[in-house]
């Protein structure tokens, strides 16, 4: 693969993750790749049935899961169904997915990202436009006022999570990690009002970092991709216990049926859960609430486990054949 094509996608951190593992060499082997294992057969009643007629009814399938098995798949095959679907194609069809939930990424060969026409507008032009309800806006302002005033910042990433970026609820989470971490204090020493912010944020009755926690588990709700829930969600957990984890899913759930309502509100409906042309899902990763209701939508998708090397991970393809 082009040196470019990772240049590419380096904003898509889970394409690039599995990209580079499907390229990497498979240790050598003797034991040829494994097929498809064949699907679990249900017990069979030897009894005769009290009339001969009665069809047994089928349980249910949960939704979003295929009867099928995943197969399962070294990198090298990966590589090669990449390959075949069209890698340029599925940068084409990733790109779409993350800029439509707020994700600033590369647009085209040039690198050129969609954020970069917003970074060049002063604060006054941010703030009329994230007063419009523009999401963009709303995100680029929240970073740059993150250090000098990162309560409103909060608000500016809410409202863009609001409007539909997805990005916007994991940068309130590093930003909630940032203000706990009491090493990172001198990010806010260069305003008084920021460390105001910062100390009375601290004291409050939910701490930051379980805010933070709470806004990845969110995000997740609202069908982000997984690797980047579990990024900021495995920072994070490191620093909370079992009881605050369960306070931030907690905590989670009303924060979505709010932001939800306000979506509705404004006629915007639900979060679309419909998932990127690739998802990548290590087995080692945080999960952030077990138990969570799956938020992609992956009943369409192909299923895969790689095993290689000893590490077990799923990948779902997604893009159209």
Request: glycine share 6%.
């Amino acid at each position: 693969m082009k040196a470019t094509t990772f240049v590419l996608l380096a904003a898509a951190a889970a394409v690039v993750v599995l990209v580079v593992y499907a390229l990497r060499e498979p240790a050598p082997s003797s034991v040829p790749a494994a097929s498809p294992p064949p699907l679990p057969s249900r017990a069979v009643d030897e009894s005769p049935p009290p009339v001969a007629d009665i069809e047994p009814v089928a349980e249910p399938e949960p939704e979003g899961v295929d009867e099928a098995l995943p197969e399962i798949v070294s990198g090298a095959e990966l590589n090669a169904l990449l390959q075949q679907y069209g890698i340029g194609r599925l940068e084409g069809q990733w790109r779409e997915w993350a800029m439509s939930r707020g994700f600033p990424v590369p647009a085209g060969s040039d690198g050129y990202a969609y954020e970069q026409p917003y970074d060049q507008y002063d604060d006054e032009t941010l703030r009329g436009l994230a007063d419009n309800g523009d999401m963009w806006a709303q995100q680029m302002l929240a970073k740059r006022i993150s250090r000098t005033n990162p309560a409103e910042a909060i608000e500016l990433y809410r409202e863009a999570a609001i409007r539909g970026s997805v990005y916007a609820m994991s940068e309130m989470a590093n930003l909630f990690a940032r203000i706990s971490d009491k090493r990172r204090e001198v990010e806010f020493k260069s305003q008084d009002l920021a460390l105001e912010q910062v100390y009375a944020m601290r004291d409050a009755p939910v701490s930051p970092e379980v805010s933070g926690y709470a806004w990845t588990a969110v995000a997740a709700m609202a069908g982000t991709e997984p690797m980047f829930g579990n990024i900021a969600a495995t920072q994070l957990s490191r620093q909370l216990s079992d009881e605050q984890k369960d306070e931030a899913c907690s905590i989670a759930s009303g924060m979505y049926d709010e932001i939800r309502q306000r979506r509705q509100a404004l006629g915007l409906g639900d979060y679309d859960r419909s998932p990127p042309p690739i998802v990548y899902w290590d087995q080692a990763a945080t999960e952030v609430c077990p138990g969570q209701a799956p938020s992609l939508d992956l009943s369409g998708c192909r299923e895969m486990q790689i095993e290689e090397d000893g590490d077990n991970s799923s990948v779902w393809l997604c893009g159209d054949e």
